[in-house]
């Protein structure tokens, strides 16, 4: 009923910049919370960054000041603008949403497929 399409993912280079976008598409009411976690070989999947409905954002100590999340809600994307990228930044990198579907008006959890960053000279 509800997907979500991830693209931005890539290798860039110590210091360099990527911009991650989300989009979702489907029988979507509405979209509560949407978030970016990422995963790193080896590593349990950590929270990055998080933007509620009303723009409250939320961050990891890690990125602070180096990340922006931001929205369109008219497209229902999230993006996820990374600069001064470090090579312990390199991770595959998700986005997850809380949609109310115009269905039946319930709340689920949903995630995208994943897009590889990596951070290397």
């Known amino acids: 009923q509800v997907q979500l399409v991830e693209s931005g993912g890539g290798l860039v280079q110590p210091g360099g910049s990527l911009r991650l976008s989300c989009t979702a598409s489907g029988s979507i009411f509405s979209i509560n919370v949407m978030e970016w976690y990422r995963q790193a070989p080896e590593k349990q999947r950590e929270l990055v960054a998080t933007i509620t409905s009303g723009g409250i954002t939320n961050y990891a100590d890690s990125v602070k000041g180096r990340f922006t999340i931001s929205t369109d809600s008219a497209k229902n994307t999230v993006y996820l603008q990374m600069n001064s990228l470090k090579p312990e930044d390199t991770a595959v990198y998700y986005c997850?949403?809380?949609?109310?579907?115009?269905?039946?008006?319930?709340?689920?959890?949903?995630w995208g497929q994943g897009t590889q960053v990596t951070v290397s000279s």
């Open positions: 997850h949403m809380e949609i109310t579907l115009w269905t039946n008006l319930l709340e689920y959890d949903y």
